[in-house]
């Protein structure tokens, strides 16, 4: 009976970890400077693509002067990926801005698939262990 709950732990996590990507998106903006965006709209976390083609992930986002910053939780050039503290970067030398979102509409409907399943997999399981073979 424990390793019958560990595996259905198991199976939970695994649900969870394949299901939490797609509660998530990013979009670029239009319309408005990142700036603008930032400023307004105050986003949880952005991703900008720099001038040398090397790009950073900002958390907590803020724009002061000409200067884009925040806590950077990773950057990246030529495959390499690092971490640091609140870094700020030059708005002119910014190509390209994305904005991380999370897509409640997705969010809702993969809970209740997820619930769904779970509950005809249990369904089916406690249907085959009471399930009387001998026959009458």
Not at 48 to 60: E, G, K, N, P
Not at 101 to 117: E, W, Y
């Amino acid at each position: 009976m424990r390793t019958f709950r560990r595996r259905r732990r198991g199976v939970a996590l695994l649900l969870i970890a394949v299901y939490l990507p797609a509660c998530h998106h990013t979009f670029t903006p239009e319309g408005l400077t990142p700036a603008e965006y930032i400023t307004t709209k105050h986003p949880k976390q952005v991703r900008v693509t720099l001038a040398d083609q090397s790009w950073c992930v900002f958390r907590d986002p803020w724009v002061v002067g000409d200067t884009l910053g925040g806590i950077v939780t990773m950057f990246g050039s030529a495959g390499l990926f690092a971490s640091a503290p609140a870094e700020g970067v030059p708005l002119g030398s910014v190509v390209h801005f994305e904005v991380h979102q999370a897509n409640q509409a997705a969010t809702i409907v993969l809970v209740v698939l997820g619930v769904a399943v779970v509950g005809a997999a249990i369904g089916g399981l406690v249907a085959l262990h009471n399930w009387d073979f001998m026959g009458p």
